[in-house]
Nanobody
Framework: QLVESGGGLVQAGGSLRVSCAAS????????MGWFRQAPGKGREFVAG????????MYADSVKGRFTISRDNAKNTVYLQMNSLKPEDTAVYYC????????????????WGQGTQVTVSS
């Protein structure tokens, strides 16, 4: 089970950190990903992180602004979002899969319920 938190309303240029708490055995063996979905659009990959944090991946649209990290002792993955833009407005989902942390949402077996992030202009 994955539970996201930390979403909200922020002005353009601001920052927000969303978290994902995982209730899975051996969390440290899971790759983790963040995706987002805006109204009327498909699910979009945002960032992914290897099981031990040793590698990360980002969508071009967020590279340099967003940072994914994880704390395996707390079974939690984070997405720090800086320099937010109105086009970042979406529901943000975390996902988990053993051995995978890439951009293909179909390869993730576990999903959270999502948290809304709204960026006003």
């Amino acid at each position: 089970q994955l539970v996201e938190s930390g979403g909200g309303l922020v002005q353009a240029g601001g920052s927000l950190r969303v978290s994902c708490a995982a209730s899975v055995r051996l969390f440290s063996s899971y790759g983790m990903g963040w995706f987002r979905q805006a109204p009327g659009k498909g699910r979009e990959f945002v960032a992914g992180i290897m099981w031990n944090g040793g590698d990360t991946m980002y969508a071009d649209s967020v590279k340099g602004r967003f940072t994914i990290s994880r704390d395996n002792a707390k079974n939690t993955v984070y997405l720090q979002m800086n320099s937010l833009k109105p086009e970042d407005t979406a529901v943000y989902y975390c996902a988990a899969q053993v051995g995978y942390y890439g951009s293909d949402y179909r390869r993730y077996g576990y999903w959270g319920q999502g948290t809304q992030v709204t960026v006003s202009s």
